[in-house]
């Protein structure tokens, strides 16, 4: 009895001390286990995938499984790979995609349904592609809809079901139970070198083989509605920048110049659209500039205001527009104090895509070109063009309003009879058809527009067309034939105009970036619209508040804080030190679907509802060398045996030694 009691706490400490020694063990290994990791995984930078999003209507976008997604390499440059992929012989695979097969429908369709592809990895095997992930009708699903289906400005499109019949649904459109992925040139490199090392050819004998771990899962469920109520979305939304050239008073009419600040791509973060539509903001901001100058002061003055606006949002469902649309009907756009109304636009002119093609024509496009103020809009361009730059002509086109933030406006107004006479036009570089091969896809990019050449032709005719602009809108606003007006200094700067190209569409560092907002990164801006406002929009903001800028001051914290309180004058903080005083401020860019983060019940149909799904730190991906299943069954099966093993061991350890404890104590 003495001997048992005795033994009795020796036992119990063993019992509590093992488990920490285990731990102790663990802990120890954890570095090595870190090593041992990075010994066998590769880890790529990419970071730009396909990804959820979700409105009323279900689930678009791409997303891995919460455990990711695991599968052998097996690389699709060709239709004729697509072929061989239907039989290959193991059960997992991640494809490898290039571009150029990646764009065909029948490549996507394919690899959606087959059950052993595992996840797509897609890189550029040109520099230029005519592809559109997005439908033959853009947005038609919004704003006014179009009176002919059959008319597809985005020919290159659809080639999808999705959302849509008779494969007019774009790519965009599809929901895809897989995660993918793009890689750029370094990813692919090291992709590359694992996967000619031991992946070669059709049907690979050699284990182990390069794999690849994708790893894109994002929450979601069902559809916006259900997914905001149990806080897995957020609502699309941002800021879109807008100023007068003077602070606004009730009742008084403006000459309004929009442009599209958002854009599209198939992999979001790819999202660069420098025709789609960063060419028609540059041409805003632009014009901007020649109005704000300090030697063109007169302008106002003049019996009309200017107003810039950069909707943001658009390619969503014109969540920009149709905020200042559906404002504008209850007397609350920009403010309740000075609110502007469709009826106190006296002209509007949108600038859509512009440096597509090799021509100096643009196209004019109304809901009714017929209409008189339509007629006065384009003979005041046609007679600027004449007195300014003659080698810029324009068009006027008879069919209905392309894709554009004006359609939008004029749903929200529901006024048939002031809609078809309103003085609202689009000026873009395309006809019927988009002259832009690449539209919302990440080929649209500042090097197809040749914004790196500031002397390049594209850019030239950007800049002619800028000083037409601006001296069409000075003519307005003054209700005065072009030919009537003087502009001390009406010239654009094709060097601004230039470097805000450059800037926005190939690289951000940048001077007027730095200028303006100071280091937001490099490469070219990024400009999906997301769930808040960022850092590019903020900078397209301070470049409309430099450019409408009455005047400037010493900055000081105390004195220049941004009150963002239409219609009054506001200060505005640049990064240089420069503090204005401007009437330019960030609206909201929020669809009236939504009242903070709830769908109204009674929300507009053809309101967009688009929320982005949430998702966790864990988007990755991963190379590694793959075993032959029969060799993972074999470490499976060790494993266990080895871990049945360790129990034994430390059952018999724990025995040996509370006998030994035991011999101590009779001692």
């Not at 036009?425 to 527009?449: E, K, L, M, P, Q």
């Amino acid at each position: 009895t003495v001997l048992a009691a005795a033994a009795a706490p020796v036992s119990s400490a063993m019992r509590l001390l093992l488990p920490l020694l285990l731990i102790a063990v663990g802990l120890s290994g954890r570095g090595s286990a870190n090593r041992l990791s990075e010994m066998m995984y590769t880890t790529l930078d990419a970071q730009d995938m396909c990804f959820r999003l979700l409105d009323r209507d279900g689930e678009i976008g791409c997303t891995s499984r919460e455990s990711g997604a695991v599968g052998i390499l097996y690389r699709i440059t060709s239709a004729q790979d697509l072929t061989n992929f239907a039989s290959v012989s193991e059960d997992e695979y991640i494809a490898l995609v290039s571009a150029t097969m990646f764009a065909d429908p029948n490549t996507l369709n394919t690899l959606i349904t087959t059950d052993y592809c595992k996840g797509i990895l897609v890189f550029d095997d040109v520099t230029d592609l005519s592809w559109s992930p997005d439908e033959k009708q853009p947005n038609s699903r919004y704003g006014l809809p179009f009176s002919n289906s059959t008319l597809f400005w985005n020919a290159v499109g659809g080639g999808f079901n999705a959302r849509a019949s008779n494969l007019t649904g774009g790519a965009l459109f599809l929901n895809i139970p897989k995660p993918i992925f793009h890689l750029d040139a370094d990813d692919l490199a090291t992709v590359l070198q694992c996967y000619n090392t031991r992946n070669l050819g059709a049907n690979p004998t050699g284990y182990p083989l390069c794999g690849a771990e994708l790893s894109s899962w994002m929450w979601g469920a069902k559809d916006a509605e259900t997914c905001l109520r149990r806080g897995y979305c957020d609502p699309l939304g941002s800021s879109s920048p807008m100023g007068t050239l003077r602070p606004l008073q009730a009742n008084e009419e403006v000459v309004m110049v929009t442009a599209q600040l958002d854009t599209a791509a198939f992999f979001r973060d790819l999202a660069f659209g420098a025709n789609a539509d960063a060419s028609g903001m540059v041409a805003a901001l632009a014009v901007a500039d020649i109005l704000g100058r300090a030697a063109n002061t007169a302008v106002r003055s003049l019996p009309r205001n200017v107003m810039f606006m950069l909707f943001h949002g658009e390619t969503m469902g014109y969540i920009g527009s149709s905020r200042v649309g559906f404002d504008m009907l209850r007397n609350n756009f920009p403010s309740s104090t000075a609110p502007v109304t469709m009826e106190r636009v006296s002209h509007y002119l949108e600038l859509n895509q512009l440096m597509a093609g090799n021509s100096d024509t643009f196209n004019i496009f109304a809901f009714n070109s017929t209409a008189t103020k339509v007629t006065e809009i384009f003979d005041t361009l046609t007679a600027a063009a004449t007195t300014a730059e003659p080698s810029i002509a324009f068009t006027k086109q008879t069919t209905e309003l392309p894709p554009a933030s004006l359609r939008s406006l004029l749903y929200e107004w529901k006024n048939s009879t002031g809609s078809s006479q309103f003085g609202g036009i689009v000026a873009t570089d395309h006809g019927s058809t988009f002259t832009n091969t690449r539209y919302h896809s990440h080929f649209d990019s500042g090097s197809n527009i040749g914004a790196n050449d500031s002397t390049s032709a594209q850019v030239q005719r950007l800049c002619k067309l800028s000083t037409v602009l601006a001296r069409t809108v000075w003519s307005l606003a003054a209700g005065v034939a072009p030919a009537s007006i003087t502009i001390p200094d009406a010239a654009a700067n094709c060097s601004y105009v230039a470097a805000l190209l450059s800037c926005i569409t190939v690289n951000k560092d940048c001077g007027l970036v730095n200028q303006y907002v100071g280091d937001i990164g490099s490469g070219p801006m990024k400009r999906y619209i997301s769930i808040q406002r960022d850092r590019n929009t903020v900078f397209l903001l301070s470049a409309l508040a430099k450019a409408l800028a009455f005047n400037t001051l010493p900055l000081t914290n105390d004195v220049c804080k941004s009150s963002n309180d239409p219609p009054n004058v506001q200060r505005f903080a640049l990064n240089d030190g420069t503090c204005l005083n401007t009437t330019t401020y960030a609206y909201p860019a929020r669809s009236p679907a939504f009242s903070g983060t709830t769908i109204l019940k009674d929300a507009d149909p053809r309101h967009s509802t688009w929320t982005e799904a949430r998702w966790d730190n864990s988007i990755k991906v991963r190379i590694f060398l793959m075993s032959s299943p029969s060799q993972q069954i074999g470490i499976l099966v060790g494993g266990i045996f080895a871990l049945l093993g360790s129990f034994a061991f430390i059952y018999l350890a724990q025995k040996f030694t509370q006998h030994k404890m035991l011999e101590l104590v009779s001692e």
